[in-house]
């Protein structure tokens, strides 16, 4: 008995298997003949100028979304971390300084593609002993993260204003 029931649900599962082949057998056939339909009514031909259109369309968006993240991806050099970490190291470097006197020196630079510093130059002043201080702070500072240019790296300038004499 249990046999036969066996048979039974094996020529079952066969009769539903080969149904359903011949089903996606059929299917593939009508979406083929409608597609051979379709081209041969004139279908590719009568939108070839709208499809040629709305891949320009395409194409110049494209451009476009490329251009505006080169315009974003302009950026100025930082300091390695950040401003949080450049104000850490000039506090950790005037606490070494030795120097005394109250103000604020202003030191600007540019920053190679590289991230090294050069051509510094003090462009606002507190006193020559102050202006040397944060002069050597400045130029001892380690590489800075450069600043980009529509996506790539470029020398740009910078500045760093180092106060002496103030309590934080």
Do not use: C
Not at 21 to 26: D, G, V, Y
Not at 27 to 36: C, G, N, Q, R, S
Request: net charge positive; glycine share 8%; aromatic share 6%.
């Amino acid at each position: 008995m249990k046999l036969n029931r066996f048979f039974l649900m094996l020529t079952l599962g066969i009769v539903a298997l080969t149904a359903n082949a011949q089903n996606k057998e059929n299917a593939e056939a009508d979406a083929a003949a409608k597609m051979k339909a379709a081209q041969m009514s004139g279908f590719g031909s009568k939108n070839k100028e709208a499809i040629l259109q709305g891949a320009k369309a395409d194409s110049i968006a494209k451009v476009a979304a490329e251009q505006a993240a080169k315009v974003e991806s302009d950026t100025d050099p930082e300091f390695p971390g950040g401003e949080i970490f450049l104000q850490a190291y000039l506090k950790k470097k005037l606490l070494h300084s030795n120097v005394s006197g109250k103000g604020d020196v202003v030191v600007s630079f540019k920053v190679d593609k590289k991230g090294n510093i050069y051509g510094a130059e003090v462009t606002k002043s507190a006193g020559s002993i102050l202006d040397t201080a944060a002069f050597d702070i400045v130029t001892g500072m380690p590489r800075w993260r450069p600043g980009l240019t529509n996506g790539q790296p470029a020398d740009k300038s910078a500045s760093v204003t180092v106060s002496f004499g103030k309590e934080d």
